[in-house]
């Protein structure tokens, strides 16, 4: 099937200034949005670049050797980020993710790490801080991420096979070096929660349907009993990019199906309110639920749509608020950081952000009443931020 390529819908630029909010928000720890969500989790972008082209998330017939990317001086600096992050963490944030583009490519992000992890909750419990990579980098970075204080790592790796991993990250990388990554990652301990309890690194894998969803077994039985989690994540209409149609998407009920004809599973209870997976466990020979094999996870953003939920909010390189993955709009925190706001006002800000925050748009496409399909080509398309440039 041929990839249908949608012209990039720009949000970098077409953010309006922000202005006060007239009544100040206070940060209590106690912010919910118009849904009575509240504000658990902020996934930082720290570069628009990335070293592979993805289909699904940064096609190269878009982003190409002609492509422009932000200028260094247009990204927040780590100290900004920091700060930022700190007044998100009063708010109530228990969990800072480091993404993408592809997060090591930023220079000395282990600087960044450092400060982050310096970040004191208001009740002084332990703030997890992870990172989402594509591993390519990682056999050279993983020491130098754990010493900075990084608690633990997702890796994505959407095949075993050599062959279809190129056709996926189509810059003819190998999955070898991949693995190699991920073991090192393991080695330094980057599997630990912010308790101190290892909880296993997370292998990620974006499925789509005609293109690698036969890798799906492989890589269990690659990554069976050790102690890792596998997540596997439905084809997602992300952006406007890649082309996307519902035909592709593998559903996770099917995919469980598939799972279980070779595999004894068991579902488990989520970690925590707003868990993105559906988490299963792998017996033992004794029908007994075994945490060293390892366990998978699907995230069903299709098919089974988790709004009701979310508690995530994404911060985009140099600065914008986005409430949502699919969000057509975000707000700019940079100018009130280079406008010499205090973190009252700051805080304020994002406090009346998230309290108007109305997003579900997993939920309304379920309903009928978000994009819509015909006879597989996608029409009524509202014009979503890219994923590149806010992180998955």
């Given at each position: 099937?041929?990839q249908r ?22 940060a ?21 670049r990335?070293?592979f ?6 096609p190269?017939e878009?982003f ?6 932000l ?7 780590f100290e ?10 009063n ?22 790490i ?33 010493q ?9 790796l959407?095949a075993?096979?050599d062959?279809v ?12 070096d991949?693995?190699?990554?991920i ?15 290892f ?9 789509k ?8 077994l ?21 952006g ?15 995919l ?27 017996k033992n020979?004794w029908?007994?639920i ?10 069903s953003?299709v ?7 979310c508690?995530?909010?994404r ?13 057509n709009?975000?707000?700019d ?49 509202i014009?979503?931020v ?7």
């Amino acid at each position: 099937m041929s990839q249908r390529i949608i012209p990039l819908h720009d949000e970098r630029t077409s953010s309006p200034k922000l202005s006060l909010p007239g009544e100040a928000v206070q940060a209590s720890g106690l912010l919910r949005d118009l849904h009575h969500r509240p504000l658990r989790d902020l996934r930082i972008s720290v570069t628009d670049r990335c070293n592979f082209r993805c289909q699904y998330c940064m096609p190269k017939e878009v982003f190409d050797s002609q492509y422009k990317y932000l200028p260094h001086s247009d990204l927040l600096s780590f100290e900004e980020i920091a700060r930022l992050s700190q007044l998100f963490v009063n708010h109530g944030v228990k969990k800072l993710r480091l993404t993408g583009g592809e997060p090591l490519l930023r220079k000395n992000i282990e600087v960044l790490i450092a400060q982050l992890a310096q970040i004191k909750t208001p009740d002084a419990s332990p703030l997890d801080l992870t990172l989402t990579t594509n591993g390519s980098l990682l056999t050279k970075k993983a020491h130098a991420l754990k010493q900075a204080g990084l608690n633990r790592i997702t890796v994505s790796l959407d095949a075993m096979r050599d062959d279809v991993f190129k056709i996926m990250n189509d810059v003819d990388y190998p999955v070898e070096d991949v693995l190699k990554g991920i073991q090192s990652a393991q080695d330094v301990g980057l599997g630990r929660d912010a308790l101190g309890h290892f909880s296993g690194l997370k292998i990620n894998m974006v499925v789509k349907r005609g293109t690698n969803d036969q890798e799906i077994l492989p890589m269990l039985r690659h990554f069976y009993g050790k102690g890792m989690s596998l997540r596997f994540i439905e084809y997602m209409d992300v952006g406007s990019t890649n082309g996307w149609q519902m035909q592709e998407v593998l559903p996770s009920h099917e995919l469980i199906e598939r799972v279980g004809k070779e595999f004894d599973l068991q579902a488990l209870p989520s970690h925590s309110k707003g868990e993105t997976a559906q988490r299963y466990g792998f017996k033992n020979q004794w029908g007994q639920i075994d945490p060293a094999l390892g366990e998978i996870g699907v995230i069903s953003s299709v098919t089974q749509a988790f709004c009701a939920d979310c508690n995530r909010a994404r911060l985009s390189t140099e600065g914008k608020l986005f409430l949502c993955l699919f969000a057509n709009k975000g707000y700019d925190l940079k100018s009130l950081l280079r406008s010499n706001a205090s973190d009252e006002d700051i805080t304020s800000a994002i406090g009346h952000i998230w309290g108007l925050r109305d997003d579900r748009y997993s939920e309304l496409r379920a309903e009928g009443q978000g994009p819509l399909l015909d006879q597989g080509q996608t029409v009524n398309v509202i014009k979503r931020v890219e994923m590149s440039y806010i992180g998955g």
